[in-house]
């Protein structure tokens, strides 16, 4: 069974930084892809990014474009979410996945964390 642990969410004010992690065991990471959602309340979870297994390819969703960068450490097995210029938009709980391949598609990830909350302050 995989496991994904997400952490690095808090309560920062727009226009800083934060850096989330997942932690992933269970299952060799180097062979799945892995994704991160957001969720605000009151609203459908969203993509956010995807990167591929051996972290060659990403995709964005537009909101984030320019403003976040999913990265990924095999050796690690741990992925990341750098988010800089955040807005109170971004507020919301972040949710990493992971799946056999890439995919904007929510449906496609097989495993989940459980969520880390980011709030952004005005």
Known sequence: QVQLVESGGGLVQAGDSLRLSCAVSGRTFSSLAMGWFR???GKEREFVATISPSG???YYA???KGRFTISRDNAKNTGYLQMNS???EDTAV???A???RVDVRSSTYNYWGQGT???VSS
């Open 39 to 41: 969720q605000a309340p």
């Open 56 to 58: 060659i390819v990403s």
């Open 62 to 64: 537009a909101s984030v």
């Open 86 to 88: 955040l807005k109170p």
């Open 94 to 96: 972040f949710y990493c």
């Open 98 to 100: 992971a799946a056999n």
């Open 117 to 119: 909350q980011v709030t």
